[in-house]
């Protein structure tokens, strides 16, 4: 593709799907390209394995020949209203959206398979970053005959506009829940997770009822846009943190310029379960000074006492900066299982007495100051 018109005039048709391929070329969008990279635009995922990298590469290329671009974002009266969308729709009377595209995003030596899953609302349940979706599984309850099941949350793992820039999907990063009789260790299909068996197993065009939007404790505060946040994710819990990440640094939103720091601690088994990292990868490399970016891989690395790598492992080890950053007003969030918080806590307690500190006070005061967001599940 030759750039024969000046960049912030032109418009490139994307596909929506991560991998560009057929299935997932729903919908088209047209992009302007106004600021800075593309390269984080289109570096989803390569672990997707249908990945058309000439296609990307074409229109990577010529872009970041001419400028480093961010996406031109619409409708921006979604940066309007004050308040927090909230509960749009409820359990009773869902929305009914579409599934867009279903995306396996992890390599084939992960333990387990996590998906990308994009839908349409189109445009009727709007949501800010950090916020979940509820999404109701097709069928019956099977502990209230007749009923329908219960709401699963879903953090969600797109801004506001969406993959697609329009304000039209939401995208959901969802692990497929699988059982294996702790006995034999053989996996039992009859007791796998509902909801996210559901969704992963959907195709493009199927439809899904949702609720929401629903949450606030993992709002992203914008009122200082050269605030710090240390997000710290296990796993899906990476969700909400994609969404900041592309708001802050792929997306030009007028009102919200940032020019902080943003630090992801993302804990998973091994490389090939790393989510979204090229996205973040992307970042690293174009904004060094506002996006740092660590992993913990606890099936490939040793932490220090030679036992596993895990997410609170790297936070000891970049305990004393955390610690400064937090007295400074840093904002820090964890999200992903629940797990993970009572390692963190002990951590953080440990770091906080060698520091001569009461980490009971610390915390009361990180949470009184609207510092501390936890949504583990
Ligand atoms: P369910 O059908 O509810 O089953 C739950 C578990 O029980 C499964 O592991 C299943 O295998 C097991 N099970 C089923 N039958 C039996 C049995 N007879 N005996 C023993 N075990 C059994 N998840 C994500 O993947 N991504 C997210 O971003 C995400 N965000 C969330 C945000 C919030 C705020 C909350 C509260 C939760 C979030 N979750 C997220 C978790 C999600 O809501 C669901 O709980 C998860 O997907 C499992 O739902 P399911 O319907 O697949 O499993």
């Known amino acids: 593709m030759a750039l024969s018109t000046p960049l912030s005039q032109m418009s490139v048709a994307l596909p929506t799907g991560l991998d560009g391929s057929s299935r997932s070329m729903i919908k088209v969008q047209s992009v302007s390209f106004t600021e800075k990279s593309c390269g984080s635009l289109l570096r989803l995922d390569s672990k997707s394995r ?28 979604l940066e309007a209203p004050k308040e927090t969308p909230l509960n749009l729709y409820r359990p009773k009377e869902p929305y009914t959206a579409t599934i867009v595209s279903v995306e396996r995003i992890v390599g084939p030596q992960a333990p387990g398979e996590t998906c990308h899953i994009v839908i349409d609302h189109d445009g009727n349940v709007p949501y800010w970053e950090g916020q979940s979706y509820g999404v109701i599984p097709p069928g019956e309850n099977p502990k209230k005959p007749g009923a329908p099941h219960n709401v699963r949350l879903y953090s969600i793992a797109s801004t506001r506009y969406g993959d697609s820039f329009d304000g039209k999907t939401a995208s959901l990063c969802v692990r497929r829940a699988l059982y294996y009789d702790p006995e034999t260790g053989e996996e039992d299909p009859s007791k796998a997770g509902v909801c996210s068996n559901f969704l992963c197993n959907a195709k493009p065009g199927d439809k899904v009822q949702i609720t929401g939007p629903s949450g606030k404790v993992m709002l992203l505060p914008e009122d200082d846009p050269k605030a710090t946040h240390i997000m710290i994710a296990t796993g899906t819990g990476v969700a909400p943190y994609r969404g900041y990440l592309r708001r802050m640094f792929m997306e030009n939103v007028p009102s919200f310029k940032f020019d902080g720091l943003s630090w992801l601690f993302l804990g998973v088994a091994n490389s090939d379960s790393l989510l979204y990292d090229e996205e973040f990868a992307g970042y690293l490399k174009d904004y060094p000074e506002n996006f740092r970016y660590d992993k913990a891989l606890s099936r490939e690395e040793k932490n220090k006492k030679g036992g596993k790598m895990y997410v609170q492992d790297k936070i000891e080890e970049y305990s004393d900066e955390i610690f400064k950053l937090l007295d400074n007003g840093a904002h820090i ?26 980490w009971e006070q610390k915390l009361t005061q990180l949470r009184k100051n609207k510092q501390w967001h936890v949504e583990v599940y």
């Open 50 to 77: 249908s990945f058309n990298v000439k296609q990307r590469s074409t229109i990577c290329m010529s872009l970041q020949q001419a400028s480093r671009s961010k996406v031109s974002v619409t409708p921006l009266e």
């Open 333 to 358: 969030y964890f999200c992903g299982l629940k797990g993970m918080m009572p390692g963190i806590q002990d951590t953080l307690k440990r770091v906080a007495e060698e520091r001569g500190e009461s």
